[in-house]
């Protein structure tokens, strides 16, 4: 055991939450892409653990017993159970077993998970500061995207320099071929960034448009809470992903939905034509667009244009076909291991196979294939369905769909005793969570660990109600 001054651990516990909104910085290591995220994560649990452990053995005990931290456990469980059986069998490697056991399981889901709660222990860290740190982080990544967009657009080259200093310190480079006007912010590419609008804006929507104040300071209050909403828009049609796009449209109608019914039942016709007349301007305006010429909406363009022939679609966002060609090659995987899966992390060991077995394959996928080198390994699009169903078996897609299952349940149980601001981010965060529960047939790979940190959230509504109703009843 070793004693900290208790500034330094506040700062030491700002670091990695800071770090979390940097998701690609990081460097490499022989041919391993090492994240600065994980580095200080586990930096950060090795001094709290040993500055008091039997605190933070009670606290892991605690939320054993009270939270669906249990489900995560019974996760990791499976996770373990089908590696072993896949190394029986000779499908898995024991070095690339404990590789992804360690940087996966252990912290990029675990600690990532328990993070909050950790944070938490801290009162400097309550549950409002978390809050307001996660406006202020969305706030800054959408300026950035805005600066990025007027970089690109004015070609100016100052901005310019800027996005190319932070890719340099991402631990894997992508290349930036068709992405030379598309915006992606912090993250590695455009797609990414598309994705982390997509899952947080539940809890954006539902904060900004709160009756409560986000921040005590007015100033504050007014750029961060009534400029976010418009920012976010913005960032999700100038990062050009036609997918995500649509998405959001269809989150924010779903969304809106009662307020949407309470329009038409109050102007009724009178609403319906004017929605109507907008719909039939908006498809000749489509239809009118050089998409050539105007490359800003090029790829939203495309995707509506072409949406019922598959065929041009495919030539179009030839993305989109990449991605379903990965599913495919990786669901019959899957199926082919039903029940254990090939273990964590496999499927790159094994998708090279299963493509040479398909037809028509685009012509990222031919390159990916031809640059394949360490024992055909190579790099492909994931989803988390089709990944844990090819990985984990059935059995690890139900564990892992059941512990969305139970997060939700908990926070319904949650909400009659929580209030105010904080009782608008749950609800946000809930339809968040609802989000990626249907959002991940799509995308949100594994190493998508933002999303286990939105998780580890939950947990501290649970202490929260815990403590206040005097740690005697288990909520759930």
């Not at 998970?113 to 969305?138: G, H, Q, R, S």
């Not at 915006?183 to 994705?195: D, K, L, R």
């Not at 036609?242 to 449209?249: K, N, P, S």
């Not at 907008?278 to 995707?303: A, G, M, N, P």
Request: net charge positive.
């Amino acid at each position: 055991m070793f004693n900290i001054d208790k500034l330094k651990l506040n700062i030491l516990a700002l670091i990695p939450l800071f770090l979390l909104f940097l998701p690609s910085f990081g460097f490499v290591v022989g041919n391993k892409g090492i994240v600065l995220y994980y580095v200080c994560l586990v930096i950060f649990f090795v001094i709290i653990t040993f500055t008091n452990l039997k605190k933070y053995v009670k606290r892991i005990l605690l939320l054993y017993k009270i939270t669906p931290f249990k489900y995560v456990v019974y996760f990791v469980l499976w996770v373990l159970i089908s590696g072993f059986i896949n190394m029986l069998i000779g499908h898995y490697k024991f070095s690339v077993f404990i590789y992804y056991i360690t940087s996966l399981i252990l912290i990029d889901y675990c600690l990532t998970y328990l993070l909050p709660c950790f944070l938490y222990d801290n009162k400097k860290y309550n549950l409002k500061f978390l809050i307001k740190f996660l406006f202020i982080a969305y706030f800054f990544i959408f300026c950035f995207g805005l600066v990025e967009f007027i970089g690109k657009t004015f070609n100016i080259s100052a901005i310019i320099n800027i996005k190319l200093f932070l890719s340099n310190l991402r631990e894997v480079n992508l290349d930036d071929i068709g992405q030379i006007t598309r915006v992606s912010s912090v993250f590695q590419e455009p797609g990414w960034f598309g994705g982390f609008i997509f899952i947080n804006m539940p809890i954006i929507y539902k904060i900004c448009l709160s009756k409560y104040k986000l921040f005590e300071n007015k100033f504050m209050n007014i750029i961060i809470k009534h400029s976010l909403v418009p920012l976010m828009l913005f960032n999700i049609l100038v990062c050009q992903s036609a997918i995500w796009f649509v998405f959001c449209i269809i989150l924010t109608i779903i969304f809106f939905k009662q307020k949407l019914k309470k329009i038409v039942y109050k102007y009724n016709l009178v609403f319906i034509i004017f929605l109507s007349l907008l719909v039939f301007i908006s498809v000749l305006l489509i239809q009118k667009i050089d998409s050539t010429k105007l490359e800003f909406y090029k790829r939203i363009v495309d995707f509506w244009c072409n949406l019922l022939t598959p065929t041009n679609l495919s030539i179009v966002l030839p993305t989109l076909w990449t991605r379903i060609q990965c599913y495919i090659a990786t669901f019959k995987i899957g199926l082919e291991n039903f029940i254990y899966g090939v273990g964590i992390g496999n499927v790159q060991n094994l998708i090279y196979y299963k493509f040479n077995m398909m037809n028509n394959l685009t012509g990222e996928i031919l390159y990916n294939m031809q640059t394949t080198t360490r024992n055909y390994s190579m790099k492909y699009n994931g989803a988390i369905l089709w990944q844990y169903f090819a990985e984990l078996g059935f059995v690890g897609v139900f564990l892992y769909y059941y512990f969305i299952y139970k997060l939700i349940k908990y926070i319904n149980n949650c909400k009659r005793f929580i209030f105010n601001i904080e009782y608008d981010f749950l609800l946000g965060l809930k339809f968040s969570l609802i989000s990626i529960a249907c959002i991940i047939f799509y995308d949100i790979t594994e190493a998508y660990y933002y999303i286990w940190f939105l998780f580890g959230l939950v947990n501290i509504f649970i202490l929260k109600v815990y403590y206040n109703r005097g740690g005697k009843d288990n909520i759930e």
